[in-house]
């Protein structure tokens, strides 16, 4: 179920797919929505974002339009930074056509406005 590019990342980094986050994947395919609850450092952050991740990798690059994909809300800024941080590895890695922006409440407002026109 997970597309060879990211099975060869996890191989790279010596990790297997944990079962919750090739549920996660299998369940996203099917269309069903999910509650993940799994232990800190369980791998949740991958686990949430592999669908979206794998969904931008396979789509054909005339189809890849600079349009929001997906939009994680998080009710702390460390939360969104730290989300943020665990995903700028993966998508570096494997070269996904993906980019991860951050806002807040005190975010400039030319960092808004770019937001706004991509």
């Excluded at 996660?24 to 509650?35: D, F, I, Q």
């Excluded at 189809?63 to 997906?70: D, F, M």
């Excluded at 995903?87 to 806002?103: G, K, Q, W």
Aim: hydrophobic share 45%.
């Amino acid at each position: 179920m997970l597309p060879l590019l990211f099975q060869n990342w996890f191989a790279a980094r010596g990790w297997t797919v944990r079962p919750h986050q090739l549920a996660l994947v299998e369940a996203a395919a099917r269309g069903e929505s999910v509650l993940l609850v799994a232990p800190t450092g369980g791998g949740k952050t991958l686990a949430g974002f592999l669908p979206t991740l794998i969904d931008l990798a396979e789509r054909p690059k005339r189809s890849r339009a600079r349009t929001l994909h997906t939009l994680y809300i998080s009710p702390l800024k460390a939360l969104a930074v730290d989300v943020a941080r665990n995903l700028d590895a993966p998508v570096a890695e494997m070269d996904l056509p993906v980019s991860i922006e951050t806002r807040t409440g005190d975010c400039v407002s030319s960092k808004q406005l770019g937001q706004l026109r991509a």
